[in-house]
């Protein structure tokens, strides 16, 4: 994704609708801006931001995760705290009713509307946003497609939206596989996981052996830390994919140091 953007303070023009605490350190905010909410392609982001202790605005980019057909609503983001971030740790500290900036509707890692190949999406964390925005959208125009879901978290309670995704995947109108898989099976944290485990990239070569998908007739579409997308194409190109297959969106810039997705 884009990277962070300062600028002069200006008024909010934004609030925060709702908020959904998955975790402690993943939460799904709702963002409503005061005039009309802006349209958007399924796979764009928003930046928001709010004020520093220090007077400065700080913000950043985050895809949303809500339908382009219930903007009525604002834009729903899915967003991981980094406790040593600029904008997460102020963002996790807001309730329901207070303010931030918003930027309307950007980004080019966007669903292409006619592309009726098996769609191949593959996220870690807070990466599942823009897939949960393009499956909503295929959802609410009633245009299924079939589509495997390959999302990777250190632990099970990362998984954002799984019942959603599991009932899409039980829907005969879809044809929709979830593949959900955790990195540190061994924690006590994830006690009880009976998953798949291993990190997306490790857990891709192997699903793509099992189903046997025809490059030919599929396209891909990842979204996550840098080194899993790039070793995602590395593995899609290894198995017959070419570049007009592969679609990829980066949380952050290789070789920032960074742990997580926008900070």
């Keep these: 994704m884009p990277g962070p953007e300062r600028g002069a303070t200006p008024s ?5 609708a709702d908020r959904v605490d998955l975790t402690d350190t993943i939460a799904a905010f709702r963002i409503r801006p005061d005039g009309p909410v802006m349209p958007f392609t399924p796979g ?10 220090d007077g400065r605005l700080v913000q950043r980019p985050y895809s949303v995760a809500s339908s382009a057909r219930r903007t009525e609503a604002g834009y729903e983001l899915f967003i991981r705290l980094v406790r040593a971030g600029a904008l997460t740790p102020l963002l996790f500290a807001t309730k329901v009713g207070d ?3 918003l930027k309307r509707p950007k980004g080019r890692f966007t669903l292409r509307p ?18 949960l925005s393009m499956l909503r959208t295929l959802d609410d ?8 879901v390959l999302h990777g978290v250190s632990y099970a309670d990362e998984l954002g939206y799984r019942s959603e995704l599991e009932r899409w995947a039980t829907d005969p109108r879809w ?12 924690e006590p944290r994830n006690a009880g996981w009976t998953g798949r485990t291993g990190r997306a990239e490790t857990v891709l070569g192997p699903l793509l052996d099992e189903l046997r998908l025809p490059p ?26 070419d570049a007009g297959s592969i679609h990829k969106e980066l949380y952050w810039p290789l070789g920032s140091g960074r742990s997580s997705g926008a900070a």
């Design 175 to 186: 044809g929709l596989r979830y593949v959900p898989t955790v990195s540190r099976p061994r």
């Design 141 to 148: 125009d009633a245009a299924p497609r079939k589509v495997i």
């Design 12 to 16: 909010y023009d934004a609030t925060i």
């Design 44 to 53: 764009q982001y928003v930046t928001i931001g709010r004020v520093g202790a």
């Design 216 to 241: 030919a007739e599929s396209v891909a579409y990842i979204c996550g830390n840098p080194e899993m997308t790039v070793t995602a194409e590395e593995i899609l190109r290894g198995h017959g994919f």
């Design 99 to 101: 303010r931030v900036t």
């Design 114 to 131: 006619d592309d009726q190949r098996t769609h191949i999406f593959i996220a870690t964390g807070c990466g599942l946003a823009p897939f």
